[in-house]
């Protein structure tokens, strides 16, 4: 392939992620990482190869100077799960906890989020935000399980809508047209336990939970003035003592995003867009790993910033096993990626969307777990 048509795949990219990948001889001691790296990982044997957008290859480098470097995106269906712990508090202390059935309330908690769906089926719109969202419960739902799907919408801007192969425009979006999509979510009790778990969906990293979370909290406390709900994203190394802190990681990938284009451009001349997301990716060989998932954590957390060959990494996701599989785990870095569990491979697609009951399926192995270090099971 000519450098003019490879120039012309990589413009139909839509971001560019640099990728390091170590074999077994490039992998580093868990020391390592929570230093600035001192030396640089060797090149990787293998030539690596320019990722198109619908995941088959381009073009393989071969002889190009790149060496330890793929340059290509991340899955565009990205369906992540968040979890988080609910229990009821004090205010002014929250450390003295409410039971779930305490004659303070006006009513049983679980029976207080059934009424919270049942009283969210009409779109809340939030204007300043051009958001929309409401829930749509499962006819399957009990009073200690209930979930379905989330309908979140946003509005605010014109478009037009076209046939991806024709090109032949179906509608012209107006400003007040509302673009949705089904999110899952869930709210589970379990029984003789003043505690809930609440699992929500996001898709391609769109997602209404603040908004959600925002309105059950003043809802709650606006009939408890004296009290609150305490709504904690579960994150497995925050588990004390939990069984994923001791769960081998089996690899680690570092993120910098909207990185400076001058390494890109090295490597791809003036193919680069202007800005790019560089991963580096530490793997295990076969049945070796990199560290204990809760060791991991705090040496990064610990650190603050990694940083390798005077770049700095602001992200961390890792490959652990939990909830039955290996599943990539949003360990360190913003607020809204951390702890954020990726299904994507795991659940099945309709119209491009994952179907409800394969969510559900996922979600159900992760509270399992979850409840379970929990509870001190």
């Known amino acids: 392939m000519s450098t003019q048509q490879l120039t012309l795949q990589i413009d139909k990219l839509i971001r560019v992620v640099g990728r390091i990948v170590a074999d077994r001889e490039a992998m580093l001691p868990l020391g390592t990482i929570s230093k600035p790296f001192s030396r640089g990982l060797p090149a990787c044997k293998n030539p690596q190869s320019f990722e198109a957008r619908d995941g088959q290859s381009i073009s393989s480098v071969g002889s190009s100077p790149i060496t ?90 014109e478009s037009k809508l076209k046939n991806n192969k024709s090109k032949v425009i179906k509608y012209e979006r107006q400003i007040n047209d509302v673009e949705e999509i089904p999110l899952y979510f869930q709210f589970w009790s379990p029984g003789g336990k003043s505690m809930s778990f609440a699992v929500f969906q996001s898709f391609q990293g769109k997602s209404c939970i603040q908004l959600v979370i925002d309105k059950l909290k003043i809802e709650f406390e606006n009939i408890h003035p004296e009290l609150i709900i305490k709504i904690r994203k579960l994150v497995p190394s925050d588990l004390a003592g939990g069984i994923y802190n001791s769960s081998p990681v089996k690899s680690l990938r570092l993120i910098k995003k909207n990185a400076s284009t001058d390494i890109a451009d090295l490597h791809l001349g003036r193919a680069a867009p202007e800005t790019v997301d560089i991963e580096l990716t530490l793997k295990a060989h076969r049945s070796q790993s990199i560290g204990k998932f809760g060791a991991v954590a705090r040496s990064l957390r610990s650190d603050g910033v990694i940083v390798y060959n005077g770049m700095e990494f602001s992200e961390a996701v890792a490959m652990v096993r939990f909830g039955g599989k290996l599943r990539p785990v949003g360990m360190f870095g913003s607020h809204t990626n951390a702890g954020v569990i990726d299904i994507s491979d795991s659940v099945i697609f309709e119209g491009g969307h994952p179907t409800p009951e394969s969510v559900r399926k996922e979600a159900k192995l992760l509270l399992a777990d979850f409840y379970a270090v929990i509870a001190g099971r």
């Open 68 to 157: 330890s470097w793929a340059w290509g995106i991340g899955m565009a269906k990205a369906i992540g799960l968040r979890v988080y712990l609910l229990s009821i508090a004090e205010r002014g202390n929250p450390k003295l906890s409410v039971p779930f059935d305490s004659p303070r309330l006006t009513s049983f908690f679980p029976t207080f989020l059934s009424d919270f769906v049942d009283q969210n089926v009409e779109a809340n719109n939030i204007d300043e935000a051009e958001r929309t969202w409401f829930f749509e419960r499962s006819k399957n739902s009990k009073e200690l399980d209930i979930f379905g799907q989330i309908s979140y919408g946003t509005f605010g801007f």
